[in-house]
């Protein structure tokens, strides 16, 4: 690439940034209101969130596709593998939701149930959906080229970037935001996207960015630790347990939309849970050595 080239895409990328401050200043501000959709044709609405969903996947498949040049692994069983794990990761993230939302709404509205386009999908529900994928593709496929840990890790190591990506559609959502704030980086949220009993506040904590930036950073290390560091397959995946629900604990505890279990936020129930495995996890593979390249 020529000195002109990073140049110039240096440039761009600058501008981007301002232009991507200036754009979130006017949106945390008030003075732009945004869209949910990014075009509309009759009923038809391409949202934000759909396509913001789509492009973490497409990103982060993307990134371990290439890396696959450094396992043994056969290109067909990670296209396969991961077409399974998308649809299981819906599923589960549709049922984990319907489940904790069954006696408040889907228990009087059955039929709601299965229309997703109308929202309410979980991310844990969507990782517990693709790890028993996973697991149940390297165990019933013949000859499968990789474990089912190495499946995990690779799903894990890049699955932040999608998670950070995919946080930008609650952003143009108006929700999963948190409780009223006067920090100078508060978000407006419009009346009509409030939650029952906030009605009388405008700024809220925009707990999407906050889960966004560390689910990057996140990403970077474990992107990284994958491919260089890891002694044993299994600690990418017990890291991301760590990692991750450790961000989420913190921030959910800021939310005002959590899922509850009785008088328990379900999302940091889980995380502490997966906080305990992680730890686990990672101890008890750092006893073993050997990884399979």
């Not at 969507?126 to 790890?131: R, Y």
């Not at 840990?149 to 930008?168: E, F, N």
């Not at 008088?263 to 849970?273: D, E, G, N």
Request: with cysteine.
């Amino acid at each position: 690439m020529g000195k002109s080239l990073k140049l110039v895409l240096t440039l761009i990328f600058i501008c981007l940034i301002i232009g991507m401050f200036f754009f979130l200043k006017g949106v945390f501000s008030g003075e732009i209101i945004l869209k949910r959709y990014i075009f509309k044709f009759g009923f038809f609405e391409l949202r934000w969130y759909s396509f913001l969903i789509v492009t973490g996947i497409i990103i982060s498949y993307y990134l371990v596709r290439r890396r696959l040049k450094y396992f043994d692994i056969n290109p067909d069983d990670l296209d396969e593998a991961v077409f399974w794990g998308i649809l299981s990761s819906i599923v589960g993230a549709r049922t984990y939701y319907v489940i904790f939302m069954w006696d408040e709404f889907y228990s009087k509205y059955p039929s709601e149930i299965i229309k997703i386009w109308h929202g309410g999908l979980a991310i844990h529900g969507a990782v517990i959906g693709a790890i028993v994928s996973t697991f149940l593709y390297t165990r019933l496929k013949k000859n499968c080229s990789f474990t089912f840990l190495q499946g995990t890790d690779l799903l894990t190591s890049v699955l932040p970037l999608g998670q950070a990506i995919g946080r930008w559609g609650n952003f143009f959502n108006y929700e999963a935001y948190g409780g009223p704030t006067n920090l100078p980086w508060k978000m407006f949220v419009p009346p009509e996207n409030r939650m029952v009993g906030y009605e009388n506040y405008s700024y809220f904590h925009p707990t999407f960015l906050y889960e966004s930036i560390f689910d990057f950073l996140i990403f970077l290390f474990l992107y990284k630790y994958d491919l260089k560091w890891k002694k044993k397959n299994g600690e990418t995946t017990a890291l991301y347990f760590i990692l991750y629900s450790a961000n989420r604990f913190w921030i959910e505890g800021l939310r005002t939309d959590s899922l509850y279990w009785g008088k328990i936020r379900v999302a940091q129930l889980v995380s502490l849970i997966l906080i305990i495995l992680g730890i686990i996890m990672f101890i008890l593979l750092r006893r073993k050595t050997e990884v399979k390249k």
